[in-house]
């Protein structure tokens, strides 16, 4: 089956300092990728939607300068949080599609195991 | 705007016991519904999802979930519970044009006791 990988699966940062999180599909090539956002004891949100080779696209709320997305193989998307704080600690998730019929991945979300970000 | 509300933050559920997992949602047109489930340490996994036609709908690990229109509901149930069921299960409706992007209810979370 489709399966999206992200690394790292928990990173410690001090305040001030950049990551950057990975969400490759692994067995297929994902046209869309997805970047969630979720505290604890509280749902998914939605940060952005990129698109392979075109600029992400942000929700309402989402500083664009703080979350870099970049979406530059069919393969690989990367979230990076700039300047990170201590707010910023959360649970990044991301997920892929992939259009079509048949294969791994196709024509659903499969969702990465997510990325426990904690800025001290 | 899309919503979708699980008014169950916990449930507790003997094994072998029955078990209906509550959401309803708010769309205006005919909705794209989902349940996944999320266990620590691993991503979400679709259980089902509905799209059109039959308004019950089979998914994996013996889940199924029901289609109500005129409750703005699909709740979801298995009739047996296992241990190995305890995680966090998400209904989410797919928002704007098509399915892939999706608004999330806040989860329930599902605890087996022996």
């Known amino acids: 089956g489709a399966v999206v990988s992200q690394h790292p699966s928990r990173v410690i940062c001090k305040s001030g300092t950049s990551v950057k999180i990975e969400c490759r599909s692994l067995?297929?090539?994902?046209?869309?990728m997805f970047w969630y956002r979720q505290f604890p004891k509280q749902s998914l949100m939605l940060m952005a939607t990129s698109n392979e080779g075109s600029k992400a696209t942000y929700e309402q709320g989402v500083e664009k300068d703080k979350f870099l997305i970049n979406h530059a193989s069919l393969t690989l998307s990367t979230l990076t949080v700039t300047s990170a704080h201590p707010e910023d600690s959360s649970f990044y998730i991301c997920s892929a599609f992939a259009p079509g019929q048949g294969g791994p991945g196709a024509n659903v979300l499969t969702f990465g195991a997510g990325s426990r970000l904690t800025v001290l | 705007a899309q919503s979708v509300t699980q008014p169950d933050i916990h449930i507790t559920v003997s094994e072998g016991a029955s078990l209906e997992l509550r959401c309803n949602y708010s769309?205006?047109?005919?909705?794209?519904l989902f349940w996944y489930v999320q266990s620590p340490g691993q991503g979400l996994q679709l259980l089902l999802k509905y799209f059109s036609g039959d308004t019950l709908v089979q998914g994996i690990k013996g889940f199924e979930a029901e289609f109500k229109r005129s409750q703005s509901s699909f709740n979801l149930r298995k009739p047996s519970v296992h241990w190995s069921d305890a995680a966090e299960y998400f209904c989410?409706?797919?928002?704007?044009?098509?399915?892939?992007?999706?608004?999330f209810g806040t989860g329930t979370r599902l605890l087996v006791s022996p």
């Open positions: 769309y205006g047109a005919t909705p794209y």
């Open positions: 067995d297929f090539q994902a046209t869309t």
């Open positions: 989410a409706v797919g928002a704007g044009t098509g399915f892939q992007k999706l608004v």
